[in-house]
């Protein structure tokens, strides 16, 4: 290289340095794209930017890689570590000979084919810059085709967008392998440089996406769509009135949901909200977006599902995904949301609103309809909350289908890009409205959402642990719909107006599956961990010791039968997730000679619930199992399954639990060996029997699904007193029976005062058969088995619990 190249390089290093804050995608390249260090890395450009080179060669650094600068050494020869597809264009529009890529690529596949031991690792390296989609123009939807910037250009790029850059690593291709599968002549190397071109483009347009809509245009493009239009004139002619003033109406529908989408607005919010991040959390732990990635460079139309606890959902999630390297989703938002200053903020984020109810308004819902298959038909990804609301338990709601079926039928009207669904489960330590839920589950009304709650929030700023953002296992619709309806393409129509016969059992069953893989993906943390295990004891209090010794059985049992492989357990000791537990200062800590004691007091003790409440389905199943095993001493096997299978389906249900029944005795069997080798039970007599030494973690295991099944058994007590029962009545009755139970035996569960949960039980017993009937009429009560169910609960209860239950039943 000659010393002018190398003059100007080492005078750009210090303002690269000063202007650009880059980070990497993956954060550790290393291990999450396999990357191995001991064998030769080449990096694949798409320009020879200095400006590219000189970023790539800072993030190389502190990532332990080698520079692009440093020579490749090879039998004593030096080698080109890089290869660039593009050069940067000469000023005033001198052209130049065609890039350096063809005869570098040549270069390495010579070397291969010279060298049977050679295996280079060529890196695809996207420096992603500038990010704004740019707008569409009328008449004019597709955006240009991309140019090389000349150096003036991309100077100015740097100075301007140089604080949000991105150094985007993708998959190696090994160079030995595709030597061995195609050979070394020139058609090799065409091919490889054609390959790069194509994947470069795919980065690009998935950190981009689609350009963004004249808003104007699109809300007059919708209302010249045959389905408002017919929706327009039958309103009219239901009212008696002139389409025009529908048609104004409709209009008026569409300013009030449509988003604005604002790039400008969100490289504001990136740096807002990374203020914000720092001030309320102390980090973001995210899994699994290089799977996200994928989905977008692959040009999947992708739906984010996320879980729905805060008001924090969507900007934390919008925030994530921003620096996962893609553009933030559009994003449905209650209308509830849209008061001022929060409305035009959020609506030029992204958010399009939505009434809580279509019922009776069939020009609304076609407008919303018709808005939504728009969004998808332009590429945009899109994020709604199935649960409809957010939870005040902590546990998933059951599924709100409406937009589900919008969705599934935007597929029908034949979508050209795959439609993929991306569950996200998001865990906080510490969530601000938690005090709030408490009130309502007692029975205050909802606060309306205003510009006071605004202020009063951000009075409470303070610091809130850590989040945890975890991207599930993504679901592509037609995939599923090619399992669950094989036939489903005969049923597709452009216009949308046909409606397949099984659309609403697959609805509900798309709906089940989304919300088991959010759960799928829990991420479990020192908070959750010790509320599950305090919340067990019977005053909420443990000794120090002992509660480390539960924490490391809860992490024992994950790591031993991992729950799902999208969850995630810290790597850390136990001692360390309870210290940090410990700085959130929700636990009172007592010391006396013997050590100390960590316990909560009676009202922090309901709040934790809703904390213990987000992990619990990971424990549902082991927790059954100890129960079964400390009440029924010297059960076999076969008596195990029999009460888990009578049992199990009610949780499954209410708790989205992932295996069925069918995959029950696998996971059984995978349990009861963990909880064997941790030394809680053991084989005698060919039964299984705790182990005196080990009763206290056992009991406290058991004891993390006691007000689950005390429920259950309160409400089949309840049904066993009649043939015939009003649904809601006995979900109103088990309510009040519950709240009674939870005051006579003090018992901490707000989940006792909600009734969601009770009528989340009878629809379990109607789909098990125990209850049969419509929602029109008294719903028939099979005595037989539900006496036969309750038989198998009331001797896992405490005994006065269990008298109580009986008493009031």
């Known amino acids: 290289m000659s010393f002018g190249s190398r003059l100007v390089r080492a005078l750009c290093r210090l303002p690269i340095r000063l202007l650009v804050n880059h980070r990497s995608l993956p954060e550790d390249p290393v291990s999450q794209l396999g990357l191995d260090p001991a064998r030769p890395i080449v990096y694949a450009l798409n320009t020879d930017s200095l400006s590219d080179l000189l970023t790539l060669e800072l993030c190389a650094v502190e990532l332990g890689l080698p520079s692009p600068f440093t020579p490749l050494l090879w039998q004593g020869r030096s080698h080109p570590r890089y290869v660039c597809l593009d050069r940067t264009p000469l000023p005033f529009g001198i052209k130049r000979r065609n890039g350096p890529n063809l005869s570098t690529f040549q270069e390495w596949l010579a070397l291969h084919h010279q060298d049977a031991e050679l295996d280079v690792q060529l890196v695809p390296v996207t420096l992603l810059w500038q990010r704004a989609p740019g707008r569409e123009r009328r008449h004019r939807l597709q955006p240009p085709a991309a140019k090389t910037p000349s150096a003036l250009h991309k100077a100015l790029i740097v100075a301007l967008y140089g604080r949000e850059n991105r150094v985007r690593f993708s998959l190696p291709v090994s160079l030995r392998q595709l030597v061995n599968e195609l050979g070394t002549d020139e058609s090799v190397a065409h091919k490889l440089a054609r390959v790069a071109r194509i994947h470069f483009s795919r980065q690009r347009q998935a950190a981009k996406g689609p350009r963004l809509p004249d808003r104007q245009a699109l809300f007059n493009e919708l209302l010249r769509n045959d389905n408002i239009v017919q929706a327009i004139r039958e309103q009219a002619s239901s009212e008696g009135v002139d389409p025009e003033v529908i048609r104004g109406r409709a209009l008026a529908y569409l300013e009030e949901m449509g ?59 919008s925030y994530v995904i921003y620096h996962q390297g893609m553009m933030p989703p559009h994003i449905a938002a209650g209308i509830n949301l849209n008061f001022w200053p ?13 009434r809580r109810s279509f019922k009776g308004d069939k020009l609304y819902s076609t407008v919303f309809r018709e808005y939504l298959s728009e969004l998808f038909a332009r590429g945009y990804a899109v994020e709604y909350f199935t649960e409809g609301g957010r939870s005040r338990t902590g546990r998933l709601l059951q599924p709100k289908t409406g937009m589900i079926a919008m969705t599934l039928q935007a597929q029908l009207r034949g979508v050209r890009r795959p439609l993929t669904f991306v569950p996200v489960y998001l865990g906080y330590e510490h969530v601000m409205e938690v005090n709030t839920y408490l009130k309502e589950l007692k029975g205050s009304r909802k606060e309306k959402e205003n510009v006071w709650q605004v202020i009063g929030i951000l009075g409470k700023l303070r610091n809130f642990g850590r989040s945890f953002v975890n991207f599930g296992e993504p679901l592509t619709l037609h995939q599923f719909l090619q399992q669950q309806v094989p036939s489903w393409r005969n049923d597709m129509d452009p216009s949308g107006q046909h409606k397949p016969t099984w659309l609403g059992d697959t609805v509900d069953q798309l709906a089940r599956d989304l919300m088991t893989r959010i759960n799928d993906a829990a991420a479990v943390n020192g908070l959750t961990l010790s509320a599950l295990a305090l919340l067990a004891s019977d005053r909420q209090a443990l000794p120090r010791d002992a509660l480390v010794a539960q924490i490391d059985l809860y992490t024992k049992l994950l790591r031993q039968v991992p729950y799902s492989r999208f969850s995630t357990v810290p790597d850390l000791p136990a001692e360390t997730l309870l210290d940090q537990a410990l700085e959130l200062n929700k636990f009172q800590v007592t010391e006396d000679r013997l050590g100390q004691i960590i316990s909560v007091d009676r009202y922090q003790a309901i709040l934790m619930t809703f904390y213990r409440n987000t992990i619990l389905h990971l424990f549902a199943l082991p927790g059954l199992l100890a129960t079964l095993i400390e009440r029924n001493e010297g059960i076999d096997t076969p008596g195990l399954l029999a009460l888990c299978r009578s049992i199990y389906p009610l949780m499954q249900r209410e708790l989205f639990l992932r295996n069925d029944i069918d995959a029950l005795p696998e996971a059984v069997d995978a349990l009861l060996t963990a909880l064997q080798h941790e030394g809680l039970i053991e084989v005698r007599e060919g039964g299984f029997w705790v182990c005196a030494a080990e009763q206290q973690r056992l009991l406290l295991l058991a004891q993390s699904v006691q007000e689950t099944l005390q429920r259950y058994a309160l409400t089949l007590s309840l049904l066993q007193r009649s043939t015939h029962i009003d649904g809601e009545q006995l979900a109103a009755d088990s309510q009040m029976m519950a709240m009674r139970l939870a005051t006579l035996h003090g018992i901490h569960a707000p989940e006792f005062s909600d009734q969601s949960l009770f009528r989340t039980l009878l629809q379990t017993l109607r789909h098990q058969g125990l209850l049969t009937g419509d929602d029109a009429a008294p719903l028939t009560v099979d005595t037989t088995a539900v006496e036969s169910l309750l038989c198998s609960l009331l001797p896992l209860l405490p005994d006065p619990v269990r008298r109580t239950i009986q008493h009031l039943g």
Do not use: Q
């Open 342 to 354: 929060a409305g035009p903020l959020f609506r030029r984020g992204g958010a399009f609103f939505l």
């Open 259 to 317: 988003s604005n989408f604002s790039y400008r607005l969100i490289r504001f919010l990136d740096y807002f909200l990374g203020w914000l991040w720092n001030k309320l959390y102390r980090g973001i732990t995210v899994h699994g977006g290089e799977e996200v990635r994928r989905l977008a460079r692959e040009g999947h139309e992708i739906i984010y599902m996320p879980c729905h606890r805060s008001h924090m959902d969507y900007l934390l999630l």
